[in-house]
């Protein structure tokens, strides 16, 4: 429960390959060659290529930063990406990529055939086949040593810094500094907040009120929050999703740049565009959101769910994705073809007369789907144009010929792996809520794998339903002589409960919750946060919810 940061494993002797990382590294140091970063579009990718390039340059290194185009590039180190990477900086002398490399075979093979030295940073699932880089640091490959498994890209990057700082005896060199990047990128990969995520989280958001990178800074000012006062969820559903909205619709480096702004001037220029390409992104989210259920009224009945469309936009595939498996509880597949002949040239496609089919998978707990991509491998070599990622993530490239095979092997793995059934647990009942409340920030930060406490509520009566935006929900519950502000986010619940009648007479419910702190205006209320209803009675009749479609809502704070 009180975590320090000496609870954190040092990675000096555990971390494979950081002994050979940090030997390249001293000797790039002695010659003064040039380090080009190879990061990521995304949050993770955005905030450890800003952690490595000033931890870097604090340290003496001569470094630069490449973050390649989701379109143009494609995702980590390829081919087309590298070309691009050594016309823009023709000197570099070492590659250390971050939040990717793992599965890089073509693009790091080229590296080396230019005789640059690379060093992989990853935190994805490792193939069975070792990409030939210089040193691989992965806690997930093979014969690691490091204990936590779970870190994010940003995470990995830190133990390196931590080598770095060990091996040059860089006393003076605060790591510390670094934590409010760190927690940014652990949160918005969705990384477990157990063990050493927790760590890095708990310490890090209060750093962020005087962060040194001065766009985070800002962005966390805007929350509805405030810098100040800024939680993990605050990280994940306001933050992330501008930080990523330029690595899916307009330059991909405009999130890297506005974490390293240099004035308040400049970072606030930044995050308005972040801002405008969010509110794009919202629009056109929401637009093929709507294909895509329109697609699924004449759906099979199989447990995967696939879905082709040339019109899904590329950086949005995976964010659907998401919305379909939790709407569905199903693994889901969100493909959009690629069909110029520049976009297909990154995988080396210029030959082939079939167009390129490309998309992100999604599953919820219970599936695999890393494992899913690497049984398609075994089966069908060379089927996949490439693939790769976690449990619950993934992405994936193929032919179009390929499309219907792709899918036959995939709803096979997925079948193989069955799934974990949703149990239904809670933590307390009402009676323990306000003792549950009082313990309720120590417990902090919540997140994935460290979810915050849950209660039931039975049998409560419920009026002044209300709608919110037409699509969030509001409601009084009331059970003996307590009284509760309910809220849920995108509900799906808006329309049955607020026809279901005004007074408490009229309508009850059985659901879990979660207690939070709202702050509006200046004042503070204790609410709860629908989670899950579990029955609902109207006029002393029960209803089936399922006939309502999911009865959940696992997603309480709706993503801004």
Known sequence: MFPKLQDIASPQDTLKDLREAIQILLEVKDRQDLIVIYGDYDVDGATSTALLLRGLRALGFKAEAFIPHRVEDGYGVT??????????????????????????????????????????????????????????????????????????????????????????????????RFLDLVAVGTVCDVAELTGTNRIFVKYGLPRIENSEFLGLRELAERCPSGAAKIKAKDLGFFVGPRLNASGRLGDPELGFKTLLAEDRVEAQTLVQQLETLNARRKSMQEEQLGWAKASLASRSPRLAIVLKDSRYHLGLVGLIAGRIAESFESPTCVLTRIDDEHEMAMFGQEALNTPLWKGSLRAPLGFHLAQALEDIKKAAPGLLVSGGGHAQAAGVALKEVDLEKFENLL??????????????????????????????????????????????????????????????????AHKGRNSFSVLQFQSPWVSMLANGGGSPDELSIDFLAEPFENEWNGQVKQELLLKEVLGIHVKGKQVDVKAFGRSKNSDAISPS
Do not use: W
Not at 116 to 129: F, G, M, N, Q, Y
Not at 420 to 445: G, K, R
């Open 79 to 176: 081919v087309k990406g590298s070309e691009k990477l050594l016309a823009q900086f023709p000197k570099a002398q070492l590659i250390l990529t971050c939040d990717n490399g793992i599965g890089a075979f073509d693009g790091i093979e080229f590296l080396r055939s230019q005789n640059l030295k690379v060093i992989v940073t990853d935190h994805h699932e490792a193939p069975s086949r070792r990409v030939e880089a210089h040193a691989i640091l992965n806690p997930k490959q093979p014969g690691c040593a490091y204990p936590d498994k779970k870190l994010a890209g940003v995470g990995v990057a830190f133990l390196l810094l931590m080598g770095l700082r060990r091996a040059l005896e860089a006393k003076d060199f605060s790591l510390n």
């Open 411 to 476: 709803q096979q793995s997925l079948q193989s792996q069955g799934k974990l059934e949703h149990a239904l647990s809670y933590d307390a009942e009402l009676e323990a809520l306000d003792a549950l409340s009082e313990v309720h920030s120590l417990l902090e930060p919540y997140g994935n794998g460290n979810p915050a406490p849950l209660i039931r509520i039975k049998d409560a009566k419920v009026s002044d339903v209300r709608k919110l935006k037409e699509i969030h929900l509001k409601f009084k």
